[in-house]
């Protein structure tokens, strides 16, 4: 069996900052790391491998420090790399991004043939959730997401059985192989990486290919030129302003409570009435 993991390098969104000249987000104020949706992928894909067998690869596209992010998932226990890098690609948005990494996995399939591809629902630094399901739509492939458990692969009848995450519950599906799963952070912990897989991930250099090495490719569909989507503004929301508090005796607390509480409600009547 030959899994490949889809990943996206990106900055720590919990120490990112905004530029608060351009009202861009100042990629150079955070770490860049592995998306947590994706190692969690790339864990599963090797929990996959250890009950099945086979390889599994892990593809990126990016800028050339984006090899470490695929570091990290062969510490994790992935088997090969792959990144695809060229000014070509700058600017994607989801839709040009998903048609470049197709392109990527028929090359990859090429080598060698894919049974499983998985992917994280979403990148934190995008949050769309479009990109999987869109490499699965180019590459005419069912796409299940939010899968939050693979129950069963079964290679020689060609099905997959997995549970996806719905708003009351889950369901279970079952798929035809080839197929794109999409992953929650809940389908399973990430262990602890051993140390043979630090020390091959130190010294492991990618497979790195530009656009002239990827095949049957639309340069219209690639970077800024493929992209129709247009960022408007980015800005960081104000800060939620404190509460009130009450002083005096409780008479004197509950009156204020009161006099909120009316004043509210003629805001509410205005509102409403002019509507």
Same mark, same amino acid.
């Given at each position: ?74 510490? =994790? ?21 998903? !048609? ?29 959730? *479009? ?9 005419? =492939? ?7 458990? =693979? ?7 060609? !099905?997959? =059985? ?7 519950? !889950? ?33 492991? *250099? ?46 004197? *607390?509950? *009156? ?20």
């Amino acid at each position: 069996m030959h899994i490949v993991v889809c990943i996206k390098q990106v900055p720590d969104t919990k120490v990112i900052k905004m530029n608060p000249k351009t009202k861009t987000i100042d990629r150079a104020s955070a770490p860049a790391i592995l998306n947590p949706y994706d190692a969690h992928a790339v864990e599963e894909a090797v929990r996959l491998k250890k009950r099945y067998g086979g390889t599994v690869s892990v593809l990126t596209m990016g800028p050339p420090p984006a090899v470490k992010a695929i570091k990290k998932c062969i510490e =994790i226990g992935a088997d090969d790399g792959y990144m695809i890098s060229d000014r070509a690609f700058a600017g994607a948005d989801t839709l040009a991004t998903s !048609y470049a990494l197709s392109k990527a996995v028929e090359k990859i399939s090429t080598l060698k043939p894919i049974d499983l591809i998985l992917c994280g629902k979403m990148s934190i630094d995008g949050d769309t959730g *479009q990109v999987g399901p869109g490499i699965a739509r180019r590459l005419d =492939i069912p796409p299940l997401t939010a899968v939050k458990k =693979i129950e069963e692969i079964n290679i020689e009848k060609g !099905y997959a =059985i997995v549970h996806r995450k719905l708003e009351d519950g !889950y369901e279970v599906v079952q798929s035809a192989l080839p197929c794109l799963c999409a992953v929650e952070k809940e389908i399973n912990d990430l262990s602890y990486a051993p140390l043979p897989n630090m020390i091959k991930a130190a010294r492991y *250099q990618p497979h790195i290919w530009s656009v002239n090495d990827l095949e049957d490719v639309d340069r219209k569909q690639l970077g800024l030129k493929g992209s129709p989507t247009v960022v408007g503004k980015i800005w960081t929301p104000e800060k939620p302003q404190g509460g009130t508090m009450l002083e005096g005796d409780i008479q004197e *607390q509950v *009156q204020q409570v009161l006099d909120i509480v009316l004043q509210k409600r003629e805001l509410f009547t205005e509102w409403e009435g002019g509507r």
